[in-house]
């Protein structure tokens, strides 16, 4: 166990070793960009994201200095860069209002520009917004117009990333089903490159709240605990503190109370200390169950009413519905059955609020469109995958075509050449018969290509370690031929330099 500690600690220091030396880098390179002009902003854009994940209020100096040189050099792209840093940071605080305000100007300007990036971007970050509060229709909306534009540029990135976000939506309107689908194709995809560490460990985490509702615990537990390892590792501190909840909730419901207590204390004080106050008040419900799996019912209504105080500040509707309805649960527990209705009234005005007939009917609309143009959105990219496919190996051929004729030509030039092999040098010949295993080597090469891109999935390590086993493969080929053809070309010479008998 100790061992492991330090292992870890080395680990994280090491990571944030990294990191820091990132910053001093661009901190120094800020520092001599004294004119005002592209180069410092888009410093100043760079280290603005690079705080958001770990100092909101430096991460907001940056941005928005960036805006304003942005807007002195009216350069647009930049512009719209800032204020999307400014709406992610405005939304870890919570504030959904200048968050929605902040991303739809970005918006606004990335459409003027055409920056399909920017839009989808944007896109997805307002149907983040609108989902946390509670307005899922037009979460649906965004993600859906975000998520096509993504699969026309095939984005695999951001695809993971929407289908992890339709999947929230459709586990909120109680359709785990799709939910489930959504995150288990975002999973699968994410598992394919290291680079989508962040959507792994969002989709590990979304997948064990679904293991968790159908009530298959330990596999909710592995799950939650693989995404907090993954968030550690890449030092995702604006997640931590959602997996030290989720944690604390799995925990309380194996009746482990101790292990729920710290993570969930964790949760509250690191939420508390990035200001996260959606998962502060998520994480002041939470800490409700437990103390009503305890029994304690009065300390757990305490809990859930400062989660609900804190949702209804930040407009969290769909934390307000839970809080309302565990409210309702603990105080019938405690035979208060005047709040038991009072909040049962407040849980059935939250549900209508939500879940309304017409925005039900205005959601169906949006997801029946949604697949229709992710279908035609996929057909377009697959043309395009497939027409570059065709044009390559077009290509391909076209290069086999080429060796073949050169090998022909060579063929007869050596043809011509033997019949003055006895005035050729040794060294002459040398060199031809290097020539002629060099052509026909890369020959070899260009028809196996394909083949080897099957297995290799274009990555240039694994490409360059099956080129190294086709060139070991072809060396005992190439002495048979190196020693066939210089026997051919001037075997007599070749005995008499090397001095030995050329069978």
Known sequence: MYSFFIVFILCIHNNSFAQNKKIDSLKAQLSKQTTKDTNQMNTLITLGRVFASQDNKISESYAKQAETLAKELKHKKGEASALQILGVLADQKANYKDAIAYMSKSLEINRQEKSNKGISACLNNLGTYYFKIGDYTEALKCHSESVVIKEKMGDDGGIIGSNINIGLVYDQQKDTKKAKEYYEKALKMSEKNEEYAEQKAAALFNLAVIYGEEGDIQKSLEYNQKALDIRVEIQDDVKIPESYRALGEVYTALKDYTKAQKYLDDALKMSKEIEDRLTESVAYSSMGDLYKEKKEFKTAIDYHLKGYALAKEIGAKH??????????????????????????????????????????????????????????????????????????????????????????LVSIFLIVIGFARKTMRTSTVENIVFFILLIFFEFILVFLDPFISVYTNGFPVFTLLANVAVALAFMPIHRMLEKILKKKLAKEKYEARLGIDIE
């Open 319 to 408: 934390v307000m519905l839970d809080a309302a309805k565990d409210l309702k649960e603990n105080y019938l527990e405690i035979k208060d059955k005047k709040a038991s209705n009072e909040w049962g009234i407040k849980f059935t005005e939250h549900k209508k609020e939500i879940f309304d007939e017409e925005k039900q009917k205005e959601f169906l609309r949006v997801e029946g469109k949604l697949d229709l143009e992710r279908k035609q959105a996929k057909e377009q990219r697959d043309k395009e995958v497939q027409a570059d496919k065709e044009a390559k190996e077009l290509q391909r051929k076209n290069n086999l075509q080429y060796s073949a004729i050169f090998i022909a």
